[in-house]
């Protein structure tokens, strides 16, 4: 069955609008500021055979990654699903990124329509991925520097957690039972569960609408349409061998650099990009998975395709990934992982860009600030009337969020300053939002002036933004290129570092990148990221 590009053009958005309005159902239906305010989720659909056929326009970093998660999900309950099942799973090692992104996988059935109600062939899944603000382990937010996953939180390979449409409430209260804010997650996991049933809905209003038959021509259509742009693009590229090799400060353990190598390969219409050479995995929680690195791959080939090609699997077909099981970049269990989703992917695409400068650097900007700037606090809530009647503490919570930070200059333009860049595609969380839920004030909120690299084309300045905690409690950092600064390209200057602080009695107290501490009530927290690099020589 041929089709015009009008009508694959049509369906494209039609695959997409699914994927969209799961995004808004999770959105709207959410508990936590870091899912309802921040938008840390990602939803999309897939064919029979697990193949992504649309994602919305949400995190980057779950661009690669979720087929892998719905890929061990199909293989566990290989033959074994059906209408109204929910798969649910978080393992890294089966397809997961980090232990707080929770992943839920439905499975789509075609209405039978020989006997009413009952279902038919299975057409496709949907999915959802939602950071959860707490998932147990070692410390509030589950996002530690930790030495091995099982101080990170609770693992949870693929179990259905609901079956024929029903909730097993055995396996739901021993998720909330290993978790610091339960009502939260219960709350959220619900969210989650309703996304699923609209995409489902959805996906089957469209093969009623247009018939089987032709929905899924338009699948292979897509996969192929997008597979045939990725060969183009690749072919504009010189043939050629492109070598980069970045850094992470540290592995928040050892005071050691953690270097990542890639050679990225064009030959004709094909690629390939090999990480032989980077660093083993760590003692600390840098190290990514195998889906982190084909996700961050897929996303800096993406985005040199444009926005007019569907985001789906047919990107990664002429693309070969060589990744060193045990390294960085392809971790073995039981490393810890929770930097490698938030941090060592950002420098993974550092150093694919920084690869492809070299042969495309009209293309290319320079490096954004290269770290999401990862903030976890945790405690209890100062204890309410109520609770002091009773005898009681307050409530625990767990706060999370990312800060953005200055984006690399390009060829022809400064860079913009104060967003999230790259891997990570959450809006901040707004001062009211964040003062309404947690017991924490915001201090300060500005752009960080003159932390993005000098040159012909500016890039973008950082972000101060210093957080005064109402109540003893613990915090979490995760960040990076508080050493290393972000590259300029073609004679451009670097970005600035970014910088931790404790103020405490009006005296700075620096902290490093990563690393936990216990903060008294009145303690400001103080986050500098990065600014962009600068690109080109400027002119005198």
């Avoid at 890929?71 to 699903?81: I, K, N, P, R, T």
């Avoid at 967003?419 to 201090?443: D, G, K």
């Amino acid at each position: 069955m041929t089709y015009d590009p009008v009508r694959l053009e049509i369906f494209k958005y039609l695959f997409a609008a699914v994927a969209e309005e799961m995004g808004t159902v999770l959105r709207k239906a959410s508990y936590s500021p870091n899912i309802k305010e921040r938008r840390d989720y990602s939803c999309a659909i897939f064919d029979a055979q697990a193949r992504m056929i649309a994602q919305a326009a949400h995190i980057p970093v779950h661009l690669g990654s979720m087929p892998l998660s719905v890929q061990a999900a199909v293989e566990h309950f290989s033959g074994d699903l059906f209408p109204g099942d929910v798969v649910v799973l978080n393992d890294p090692f089966r397809g997961g990124t980090h232990l707080p992104d929770i992943t839920m996988v439905s499975p789509v059935f075609l209405p039978s329509q020989k006997t009413s109600g009952a279902s038919g062939e299975l057409i496709g899944f949907v999915a959802s991925r939602a950071h959860h603000a707490d998932v147990g382990g070692m410390t509030p937010g589950s996002m530690p520097v930790a030495r091995e996953i099982f101080q990170e939180g609770l693992i949870i390979p693929p179990v259905k957690l609901v079956r024929a449409g029903q909730m097993d409430q055995d396996l739901l209260e021993l998720i909330l039972a290993n978790v610091r804010t339960p009502l939260e997650r219960r709350g959220d996991l619900s969210a989650q569960i309703a996304a699923n049933q609209r995409g489902a809905q959805r996906f089957v209003d469209l093969l009623t609408r247009y018939g089987v038959d032709e929905v899924i021509a338009v699948e292979e259509q897509l996969l192929a349409y997008t597979e045939r742009m990725t060969r183009h693009l690749i072919e504009s590229i010189p043939d050629g061998v492109y070598r980069f090799t970045d850094r992470l400060d540290d592995d928040g353990v050892a005071d050691l650099p953690v270097s990542i190598t890639v050679a990225v390969t064009i030959h004709g219409d094909s690629a390939t990009v090999d990480f032989t050479g980077s660093a083993p995995q760590q003692a600390g929680s840098v190290n990514a998975v195998l889906a982190i690195t084909l996700s961050a791959v897929y996303y800096v080939f993406r985005c040199l395709l444009g926005l007019d090609v569907p985001n789906n699997s047919g990107c990664l077909i002429p693309i070969e990934v060589i990744a060193p099981p045990g390294t960085v970049v392809n971790a073995l269990s039981p490393a810890p992982v929770a930097g490698g989703n938030v941090e060592t992917s950002q420098r993974i695409v550092d150093v694919l860009l920084g690869a492809l400068s070299k042969a495309c650097p009209e293309k290319i900007p320079a490096a954004s600030q290269g770290t999401m700037n990862n903030l976890s606090i945790g405690g209890q809530t100062p204890p309410s009337p109520a609770d002091e009647s009773a005898g009681g503490r307050g409530q625990p919570f767990a706060y999370y969020e990312t800060i953005g930070g200055g984006m690399g200059a390009r060829p022809a333009s400064d860079g913009p300053s104060a967003l999230h860049s790259h891997m990570t595609n959450t809006l901040n969380t707004p001062v009211e939002a964040l003062e309404y839920a947690y017991p924490l004030r915001v201090i300060r909120y500005e752009i960080r002036a003159g932390s993005g690299g000098d040159g012909k084309f500016h890039g973008g300045d950082g972000i101060i933004r210093e957080i005064q905690v109402l109540t003893d409690c613990q915090v979490t950092l995760l960040s990076d290129r508080r050493k290393f600064p972000p590259y300029g390209l073609d004679g451009g200057e670097p970005g600035k570092t970014g910088r931790n602080l404790l103020i405490r009695d009006k005296q700075e107290i620096p902290l490093p990148g990563k690393g936990s501490l216990e903060l008294r009530k009145g303690d400001i927290l103080s986050i500098h990221t990065p600014g962009g690099g600068g690109y080109g020589v400027k002119s005198t």
